[in-house]
T-cell receptor
Framework: QQQVKQSPQSLIVQKGGISIINCAYE??????FPWYQQFPGKGPALLIA?????SEKKEGRFTISFNKSAKQFSLHIMDSQPGDSATYFC??????????FGQGTRLTINP | NAGVTQTPKFQVLKTGQSMTLQCAQD?????MSWYRQDPGMGLRLIHY???????DQGEVPNGYNVSRSTTEDFPLRLLSAAPSQTSVYFC????????????FGQGTRLTVV
């Protein structure tokens, strides 16, 4: 059972455009929603995270939008750059850190 | 600080062989976990530990064993390798309280032939 569903699987965006990746979850007990960025040959690294008591969190060009009633959250990358080309994973957890990951999105930013 | 260190980086096994993937962290994190990453399936939790001497199963534990004798080390053992265990394995660590950043190692790419 996939508790966190992520879409799209792959995404191509022009440089300077907005990249949007969506996730939906099922377990209403989840209380922490991070996004991880992974470059080829590397382990995932935390990009940005949000708790369900806020609807949006912004860090630089990266924004998480959170819709608790719809059980959905999304990552927006503004002014996308070639260096943002990577695989992005949404995740969710409750209590102490049993992270459940989405399937991943391979993002390509064309120069 | 080295963070989370995994060895080896690459490994080829024959079906039926056993091996241990090593994971060590130097951040004094209580929580450690092992994930496998397969195309289109994200990262799936194999086993996790909330402290020395305490381990538990994750989503896909079959064919794997773990132990946690120290805070720093969390090895993953493949008892009898099967082609279905061909994957990239990641170890992660974090503080035990929820909502804290999980730090991942560089991964071990395992091929079982």
């Amino acid at each position: 059972q996939q508790q966190v569903k992520q879409s799209p699987q792959s995404l191509i965006v022009q440089k300077g455009g907005i990249s949007i990746i969506n996730c939906a979850y099922e377990n209403t007990a989840f209380d922490y929603f991070p996004w991880y960025q992974q470059f080829p040959g590397k382990g995932p690294a935390l990009l940005i995270a949000i708790r369900p008591d806020v609807s949006e969190k912004k860090e630089g060009r990266f924004t998480i939008s959170f819709n608790k009633s719809a059980k959905q959250f999304s990552l927006h990358i503004m002014d996308s750059q070639p260096g943002d080309s990577a695989t992005y994973f949404c995740a969710a957890s409750w209590g102490a850190q049993k992270l459940v990951f989405g399937q991943g999105t391979r993002l390509t930013i064309n120069p | 600080n080295a963070g989370v260190t995994q060895t080896p980086k690459f490994q080829v096994l024959k079906t039926g062989q056993s091996m241990t993937l090593q994971c060590a962290q130097d951040m004094n994190h209580e929580y450690m976990s092992w994930y496998r990453q397969d195309p289109g399936m994200g990262l799936r939790l194999i086993h996790y530990s909330v402290g020395a001497g305490i381990t538990d199963q994750g989503e896909v534990p079959n064919g794997y064993n773990v132990s946690r004798s120290t805070t720093e080390d969390f090895p993953l053992r493949l008892l009898s390798a099967a082609p279905s265990q061909t994957s990239v394995y990641f170890c992660a660590s974090s503080y035990l309280r929820g909502g804290t950043e999980a730090f991942f190692g560089q991964g071990t790419r395992l091929t079982v032939v």
